[in-house]
Antibody, heavy 121, light 114 residues
Framework: EVQFLESGGGLVEPGGSLRISCAAS????????MAWVRQAPGKGLEWVSS????????YYADSVTGRFTMSRDNSKNTVYLEMNSLRVEDTATYYC??????????????WGQGIPVTVSS | QPALTQPRSVSGSPGQAVTISCTGS?????????VSWFRQHPGKAPQLLIY???KRTSDVPDRFFGSKSGNTASLTISGLQADDEADYYC??????????????FGGGTKVTVL
């Protein structure tokens, strides 16, 4: 059974930083690209970032480039999203998901339950 | 502004068919076979229904049909059921002129079963 253990969400002030984590089990994590997708309250899905299976290649949406960093630790089956210079508009539920392929980094079948992040003063 | 354009809402009676369109460009939907569709019930994580334009995941019934023509992908749901009432999102790979690889989503379509 595929499971995700997500952590690190919460309330942070504008300009602050936060790191969220997603530990996966039930599939071959080290052979899988991974993605982060977010959803602002009452809004649609927005792709944030993806990383290849080994972590050598990372891709970002324009809205987070230069502020967010995605990383992974295959020894812990965990992906991370380090978020800096946070803005009110970064408030969202952040989902980790297995991605389709190292190059075609669309999220596919397996998704976590979501990590709420609120940026507010 | 979402990169892919979907209608905000569609509706149909039980047993009827509805079609959701997803319009992009030659840089995404029109240029590649990597188009997916997700369904999301309130308060839940998205669920993959369709990938590679038309392939269904193993537990998705054949009432769900994906297709593509030019820069527009479509999801048709036939034999509409109460549980089909949800938000539906299209998603596509987009290649960039700087050699990067990104993902774009549509704004989502709310399907209402009358």
């Amino acid at each position: 059974e595929v499971q995700f253990l997500e952590s690190g969400g919460g309330l942070v002030e504008p300009g602050g930083s936060l790191r969220i984590s997603c530990a996966a089990s039930g599939f071959t994590f080290s052979g899988s690209a991974m993605a982060w997708v977010r959803q602002a309250p009452g809004k649609g899905l927005e792709w944030v970032s993806s990383t290849s299976s080994i972590g050598g290649n990372k891709y970002y949406a324009d809205s987070v480039t230069g502020r967010f960093t995605m990383s992974r630790d295959n020894s812990k089956n965990t992906v991370y999203l380090e978020m800096n210079s946070l803005r009110v508009e970064d408030t969202a539920t952040y989902y980790c998901a297995k991605a389709y392929h190292d190059i075609i980094v669309l999220p596919d079948l397996y998704w976590g339950q979501g990590i709420p992040v609120t940026v507010s003063s | 502004q979402p990169a892919l354009t979907q209608p905000r809402s569609v509706s149909g009676s039980p047993g009827q068919a509805v079609t959701i369109s997803c319009t992009g460009s030659s840089d995404d939907v029109g240029g590649y076979k990597w188009v997916s569709w997700f369904r999301q019930h309130p308060g839940k994580a998205p669920q993959l229904l369709i990938y590679d334009v038309f392939k269904r995941t193993s537990d998705v019934p054949d009432r769900f049909f994906g297709s593509k023509s030019g820069n527009t992908a479509s999801l048709t749901i036939s034999g509409l059921q109460a549980d089909d009432e949800a938000d539906y999102y299209c998603c596509s790979y987009r290649g960039t002129n700087v050699g990067s690889h990104v993902v774009v989503f549509g704004g989502g379509t709310k399907v209402t079963v009358l």
